[in-house]
């Protein structure tokens, strides 16, 4: 196995859900149990020694992996979740995604000043998902903060709005 084989193991689906979008379907690559071991594996391997106490994953292909890397690195999984699914009280913070604008909610006791978070999601595009996550997190006031995503779609330059403000890191890129 190797990152070439997980590679070609994610679908396209052109224009999909709208023209001009070309998805990557990550089940394709999730369901096969020799894949979605080496992926994990990989992303634990690179965060395992950062002493990551929350991994905080972003609905809903985030929960997959997320929760899987929280058990693999002993933390705790925190869920950000779309609007009106939390029961506690919540945070909220508004963005723009590469087909249309959502809203992202987190608890407001989920996180606290010591904790070194690993934020995950299985895909970054223009960043506007995971600029907002960062914004969730930040109002806790964390000591540290990272972002991890199975894919980054070089093309759409997501790095480029989140990358100075915490270190980022993707398995594979297209
Ligand atoms: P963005 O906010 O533009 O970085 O979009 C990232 C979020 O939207 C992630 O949660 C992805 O699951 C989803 N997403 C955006 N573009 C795509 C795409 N081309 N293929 C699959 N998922 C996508």
């Known amino acids: 196995m190797d990152l070439e084989q997980v590679r070609k193991s994610v679908r396209n689906i052109p224009d999909y859900p709208k023209p001009g979008i070309h998805f990557k379907d990550v089940s394709t690559a999730y369901q096969n149990g020799e894949i979605f071991n080496f992926i994990s594996q990989a992303i634990y391997e690179n965060y395992k020694n ?22 693999k690195l002993n933390a705790g999984f925190i869920p950000i979740r779309k609007p009106g699914k939390l029961p506690a009280k919540i945070y909220s913070q508004s963005y723009d995604l590469e087909y249309g ?26 960043g506007g998902t995971a600029s907002a996550a960062i914004d969730l997190v930040r109002r806790f006031g964390v000591s540290q903060i990272y972002a991890n995503f199975f894919i980054e779609l070089d093309f759409l330059n997501g790095i480029n709005k989140i990358n100075n403000s915490v270190p980022v890191w993707s398995l594979i890129h297209f």
């Open 50 to 71: 950062l002493g990551i106490t929350k991994v905080v994953g972003i609905e809903s292909r985030g929960f997959i992996l997320g929760g899987v890397l929280a058990e």
């Open 101 to 126: 604008s959502d809203t992202l909610e987190i608890h407001q006791d989920a996180l606290n000043s010591n904790d070194i978070v690993l934020i995950h999601d299985d895909l970054l595009a223009t």
